[in-house]
């Protein structure tokens, strides 16, 4: 494998940038077949992973967790309901409050994701042990800056 010389001269930040715009249309690319925009997939995996937990998931809590509006997180909510992937019910307990959980469909397409390992290819160049060094790398440099 050949390195473009120019991308060796790039400051880490910019190089981190390219990285991350990569990863993006890759994503893009296998998320396709599941017609799930990139956020849209995001929220989607918030609502899977949360599933294994005993917590009710608000749409408040999906809102924070994806850093976004609550309005936001109802619009993704809507795509993801018509999708048929998600569905509203009231809280168990407060009466007020709405909860998000996955449909049959959308464990199914969990499973299919996962199966899929979506956009594994990216990292594919790497050896375990370089993508090991590189998830240690990442979560001390998003430790540190307090993210």
Do not use: C, N, Y
Request: charged share 30%; glycine share 6%; aromatic share 4%.
């Amino acid at each position: 494998m050949s390195t473009d010389p120019d991308l060796a001269d790039l400051p880490l930040g910019q190089l981190l940038m390219r990285a991350g715009r990569g990863w993006r249309h890759a994503q893009l690319r296998a998320l396709e077949p599941f017609g799930l925009a990139a956020h849209q997939a995001h929220a989607f995996w918030v609502v899977v992973r949360w599933g294994a937990d005993a917590d009710e998931l608000r749409l408040s809590r999906l809102a924070d967790r994806l850093r976004i509006a609550p309005r936001s997180a109802t619009e993704v909510v809507d795509a993801l309901e018509d999708k048929g992937l998600v569905r509203r019910l009231p809280s168990q307990t407060d009466r007020r409050a709405t909860v998000v959980e996955l449909t049959d469909a959308g464990r199914e397409l969990a499973v299919q994701m996962r199966q899929g390992q979506v956009v594994t290819d990216f990292f594919a160049g790497l050896s375990e042990q370089e993508a090991e060094q590189l998830r240690k790398l990442l979560i001390k440099v998003i430790t540190e800056a307090g993210e």
